[in-house]
């Protein structure tokens, strides 16, 4: 990889990665329930009355902290979520951000390219731009694409010879497959 600098942003696809975060929060408020269901199971099968009452304690202190829990990431993810909604300098960012990972695209896979550019386009969704404001097919990096096939049109081409086709750059297909629809096209005319 080249020494180029790149952008680097403080906490980058926030939209996206909080959810997963009270995704995490609220498996770990299982994994507490869990943990009180067998340590009230242990207490009720033991049979000294000491043991018992140290069980149940542990058991109320797990309740009260899973509680707790699960009250602070309720409220917590009502306010993200809401203030996220419409968060214009998050989606401006996050959209800056897939642009820098596709003008520095490695040309390995054109699935990831694919992801990026369907990223892209909701994220400027909303900021209120289209991608070709941000972005020219011509600034991508691509493999050389066969001059038979430019015309398909194909736009970007992987290592592997997969190819992002169409006006929305949103069909991927392999060189041999453009060369056959475009014979298909050929002989339908």
């Known amino acids: 990889m080249t020494d180029q600098k790149k952008a680097v942003f403080f906490s980058t696809d926030l939209h996206d990665n909080l959810p997963h975060a009270f995704e995490d929060l ?18 009720d099968a033991s049979a000294d009355a ?23 990431m309720t409220t917590y993810a009502d306010a993200v979520n809401a203030q996220l ?12 951000q897939t642009l820098n990972r596709i003008l520095q695209w490695d040309k390995a896979d054109i699935r990831q390219l694919a992801r990026w550019i369907r990223d892209l386009k909701e994220l400027t969704a909303h900021i209120g731009l289209t991608m070709p404001y941000l972005l020219h097919v011509r600034q991508i990096p691509t493999e050389a694409i066969p001059a038979d096939i430019a015309a398909y049109p194909a ?21 041999d497959e453009v060369r056959e629809k475009m014979a298909e096209k050929k002989l339908k005319r």
């Not at 609220?26 to 207490?43: K, L, T």
């Not at 419409?86 to 959209?95: F, G, I, W």
């Not at 290592?159 to 069909?171: A, N």
């Open 50 to 72: 000491d043991h018992k009452q140290e069980l149940r304690r542990y058991a109320d202190g797990f309740l009260g902290a899973a509680d707790d829990l699960e009250k602070w």
């Open 155 to 175: 736009f970007v081409m992987d290592r592997q010879g997969y190819c992002l086709c169409g006006m929305g750059l949103d069909e991927i297909l392999y060189v």
């Open 85 to 96: 909604a419409d968060n214009h300098l998050v989606y401006e960012r996050d959209s800056y």
């Open 26 to 43: 609220r498996r770990i408020h299982g994994d507490f329930v869990e943990m009180i269901h067998v340590i009230e199971e242990a207490s």
